[in-house]
């Protein structure tokens, strides 16, 4: 339905230094579907969102929405923001002080190209408050809601032109963490109900694996792998991506050992061997770098029964205690290892302890 | 932020918009750089408006000072001239002396005055300091002919009435005050605009996190030595910026030093300016030199306290937490000041308009005793109201503050959107375009505007319409404050999100940003009016028979020695401004007009 092409971006910063906000950026996103852009500040995925807009004018590139461009260096369009009837929900909300509950949601049919008689408006704008239950707090100044009403409210606005592309500019990060959990299903259920194509931005990545059909990870300008949020968690495709994507150990190893039968390759890491199938392109004696998951880790007090290499001795050098998990450091050789494991594991901080994981657990990547 | 807004702003919600929109899919194909938005039209206005209001009559003044007079029979010709008699005359130094003297004096004056009482009001239990800040916007309302016309009649060797009380008390021989000299000159001067120092300088004390200091007692310092080494060092930007908006305002100062300095024979360069173009035949040329002159000393004073205004970033004192500033408990002391504040209030308000009152009810003028009471009349006030000359003066003047504020207001309105919100290169330069009038002294203004209708008839010459341009040029720069403080408050997301809701730039404009500004614009509103009320430097070169405002009145009676019909007119007048501003401050409450 959407689909951007090479889109290029950039601004002037407050101090006039010119800055490439996206480059080369390219995806397609089908009717119905939530995508999100994630990144961290400054990774260009904001001003992408912005670029769809209209909010900000591209300096190369094609967006498309079913087919036809609203924007296209080549062809030389650009279709103003106020004309491409788009939803957005800003991440400040920008709900307009000076009017109430029901003239916020109402704005956009007044101005719009379309005319709606008086009783039209009234019934779209009550309907669309209904939904996200504001209805009853129409006439209320817009100041005064919460800031999780202002957040519906603001997701009303966007949605009353019932647009064929809503755009979220980070709609959760300004509220506590209780809501934002909350409101996390709210839009989930109504961006599902509606089947409303959605690009939504964001830098909480666990908000991305939560609501996402597909995850676009940028940084510095440019996406760096797309994939379903499955994808993105379990298969990064390099140490950024694994990095932001969810807390992960990085263990520095180097190939000692080809096994072409048994299809696996033996590493000599720092805190001993770790046994892993086989990958393409690897040789013995190459630099890599071995990714797991702290809930892939797996503590005992006791020798572990597996059948393969990757088990190790360590000593418990702190414990976090978060509730429904217990995060435990554990030094293996001088290598600190996270492990995320249910409450139940009692072991005190200083003994010893056994660490496994599984060898299909793992994500590895050469050393760039 | 957003500045609270009262729940009572209503907006039709159903109004339809009349411009039409076509959907996305109808013009895929308009190529961008053939685009006209309708945007630039408005926007495109405001600027060409702006720069012809700031740069035309001024590089026009500048060009004509290096011309001789122009006759009938003889052209104008290249010359230095001017300048060369303008400053080898032995008489320019002193009146370069004379100006500056008045100005660091009456600026000095003003400041040590308004600090020491902003201190008193901010920083001690002293009695009564809120209702003393209420009132301490009075004398700023007194326009400056008024205040100076009353203090004449309160100390004048001949008729000064504190001249004649400390004679017969004291049994003095000769009268202790004269009002015409430097030293009554600084006094009036300053003390008029004491209030403004004192507004400046509360603020920067209210501003002031009393953290800053509680941390350095709390690091071992003593009182005095916070005082010196914190206290004051962090108030240097605001006292310097302080020190210079009054000598820049002293400097420009035309009321006191015409009617205070001229029958004494002090001349300072406003004075100067007026008695070149009031002789025959006017030597326009020779008011231009001077005018340059004093521009050239008002422009380094501003541009001084921009710079340093814009370097104060370090000294940033607000740290955006609210904090409750310490009070100093003065003990039995604050009766004291106290009776400072309410000497202070007898000096600058009561005093004067009691004068005026006073004469006001006189036949002739006639100094208070049992037996002129026995004279009072209200004959002034008849001569006043029965005159369809003054009544007409006092409509002009209305209608035209009305016409100023509101053109002001707008205009700067759509110019700061441009410098606030947009990226358009060379922005900073229409900032400082709208800014530039703010070195013109009113005299000077008059000048240049005077000289470019006179020379390019366009038919608006000796008419109010040029009364009118020159207020809305002076004021321009006052709008653009009170607009880019607001507009700086609103997220550009509010925009955005109206642009995404289907709106255009109009729309957006009218519904989103306007009301947003509305405090800011109210209260800037407001100021402009007023200001346009008392003015009196720029008309008095611009006004012709027949189209008076009524500081011109005002003038006028003072130079026919018509004293009772002056002081009539005098009350009702400040009468009538004081109503006028708290009908303002009214609508300001309704509107949620911020303290400025």
């Given amino acids: ?368 | 932020m957003i500045p609270a807004i009262d729940a009572c702003v209503s907006i039709d919600p159903f109004v339809g918009e009349t411009s039409v929109q076509s959907p996305v899919a109808a013009e895929p194909h308009r190529p961008v750089n053939f685009r006209f938005d309708s945007k630039w039209l408005v926007i495109g206005i405001c600027l060409v408006v702006v720069g012809f209001l700031a740069l035309v009559p001024f590089g026009f003044m500048i060009w004509q000072s290096f011309l001789t007079p122009e006759t009938a029979d003889v052209p104008a010709k290249l010359t230095f001239s001017n300048y060369i008699t303008a400053y080898t005359d032995a008489e320019t130094i002193t009146t370069l002396f004379n100006s500056m003297q008045f100005a660091l004096g009456g600026s000095l004056l003003a400041f040590v005055i308004g600090t020491a009482l902003a201190w008193m009001n901010e920083r001690t239990n002293t009695p009564m300091r809120r209702l003393f800040y209420a009132l301490s916007i009075i004398p700023l309302i007194i326009p400056s002919i008024l205040f100076t016309i009353a203090w004449i009649m309160l100390a004048s060797p001949k008729i000064g009435l504190i001249n004649m009380a400390l004679q017969s008390w004291f049994g003095l021989e000769s009268p202790p005050f004269n009002i015409y000299s430097m030293w009554g000159m600084i006094w009036v001067d300053g003390l008029h605009y004491s209030p403004m120092a004192f507004l400046l300088m509360s603020a920067a004390f209210r501003a002031m996190d009393p953290s800053l200091e509680e941390s350095a007692v709390m690091s071992g310092s003593s009182i005095l030595r916070t005082l010196w080494r914190i206290t004051l060092r962090l108030a240097i930007p605001a006292i310097v910026a302080t020190v210079l908006t009054l000598f820049v305002r002293a400097i420009e100062s035309f009321e006191v030093p015409a009617l205070l300095g001229l029958p004494a024979g002090i001349q300072v360069f406003t004075s100067a300016i007026y008695q070149a173009i009031h002789q025959f035949p006017s030597q326009l040329g020779l008011a231009s030199a001077y005018s340059v002159v004093l521009l050239l000393i008002t422009s380094v004073g501003i541009y001084i306290q921009a710079k340093i205004s814009s370097t104060g970033g370090k000294y940033v004192t607000v740290t955006g937490k609210g904090f409750r500033p310490r009070s100093i408990d003065l003990g039995p002391w604050r009766y004291l000041t106290t009776g400072i504040f309410l000497l202070y209030f007898l000096l600058i308000v009561l005093l004067p308009f009691l004068v005026l009152l006073w004469s006001s009810l006189q036949k002739f003028y006639a100094p208070p005793s049992v037996e002129a009471l026995k004279h009072l009349t209200l004959d002034g006030y008849r001569y006043v109201l029965g005159s369809s000359n003054i009544l007409h003066a006092l409509l002009n003047s209305l209608w035209m503050a009305v016409a100023c504020a509101t053109i002001v207001m707008l205009l700067s309105a759509v110019v700061c959107w441009v410098v606030v919100k947009t990226k358009i290169p060379g922005r900073w330069l229409l900032d400082n375009l709208a800014s530039l009038p703010m070195v013109f002294p009113g005299l000077v203004l008059g000048v240049s505007i005077m000289i470019f209708y006179l020379t390019f008839d366009i038919g608006i010459y000796g008419t109010f319409w040029i009364i009118l341009l020159a207020y809305i040029t002076r004021f321009m720069p006052y709008g653009m404050r009170y607009n880019t403080t607001s507009m700086i408050q609103i997220h550009k997301d509010l925009e955005d999100s109206a642009a995404m809701s289907g709106a255009g730039w109009f729309t957006v404009f009218k519904r989103v940003i306007l009301p947003l500004l509305k405090p800011g614009m109210v209260a800037g509103w407001i100021y402009v009016m007023i200001v346009s009320v008392r003015e009196l430097s720029s008309s008095i070169l611009l006004y012709s028979p027949g189209n008076e405002v009524i500081s011109i009145v005002i003038w006028e009676l003072w130079e026919n020695g018509q004293y009772v019909e002056l002081s009539a007119l005098s009350v009702m007048f400040i009468l009538l401004l004081l109503v006028l501003v708290m009908i303002a401050q009214l609508i300001g409450k309704r509107f949620g007009v911020k303290e400025a």
């Fill in chain 1, 1 to 368: 339905m959407l689909k951007v092409t090479g889109l290029f971006t950039q601004y002037v910063s407050d101090k006039g230094v010119v800055v490439q906000a996206a480059k080369d950026v390219s995806f397609e996103v089908p009717k119905g579907k939530l995508f999100t852009l994630l990144g961290p500040s400054g990774c260009g995925k904001t001003t992408t969102l912005r670029s769809i807009a209209g909010l900000e004018k591209p300096t190369q590139g094609l967006i498309e929405v079913y087919g036809q461009a609203v924007y296209s260096s080549a062809k030389g369009v650009f279709t103003p923001p106020n004309q491409r009837g788009f939803g957005m929900v800003f991440q400040s909300y920008a709900i307009w002080p000076h009017m109430t509950v029901f003239q916020n949601a109402s704005f956009p049919m007044e101005v719009g190209a379309k005319k709606f008689t008086t009783a039209e408006i009234k019934e779209r704008v009550m309907r669309v408050l209904e939904s996200v239950e504001l209805a009853p707090y129409h006439d209320r100044d817009a100041t005064r809601l919460s800031g999780g009403q202002q957040q519906r409210l603001a997701l009303a606005r966007a949605l009353v032109m019932e647009p064929q592309l809503l755009l979220l500019d980070e709609p959760l990060s300004n509220l506590d963490a209780k809501l934002r959990e909350k409101m996390r299903f709210e839009l989930k259920k109504i961006q599902r109900e509606l089947n409303i194509t959605t690009i939504y931005v964001t830098h909480d990545q666990s908000e991305a694996l939560a609501l996402s059909h597909e995850i676009a990870v940028m940084s510095a300008g440019r996406i760096v792998q797309r994939g379903t949020p499955r994808e993105i968690y379990e298969k990064p495709i390099d140490k950024f991506v694994a990095d932001f994507v969810g807390a992960i150990n990085f263990i520095d190893a180097s190939v000692k050992h080809l096994d072409l039968q048994q299809h696996i390759m033996v590493l000599e890491s720092e805190v001993g061997l770790i046994q892993l199938p086989i990958q393409e392109d690897f040789k013995v004696g190459d630099a890599v770098q071995v990714c797991v998951r702290p809930e892939n880790v797996h503590l005992s007090d006791t020798p572990p029964h597996i059948d393969h290499l990757n088990r190790y001795e360590g000593i418990v050098d702190q414990k976090i205690f978060l509730g429904e998990v217990l995060d435990f450091q554990v030094k293996i050789r001088e290598k600190l290892i996270l492990s995320r494991v249910h409450p139940t594991q009692l072991t005190p901080v200083g003994q010893p302890i056994h660490v496994y994981f599984d060898p299909r657990g793992c994500v590895v990547f050469k050393m760039q």
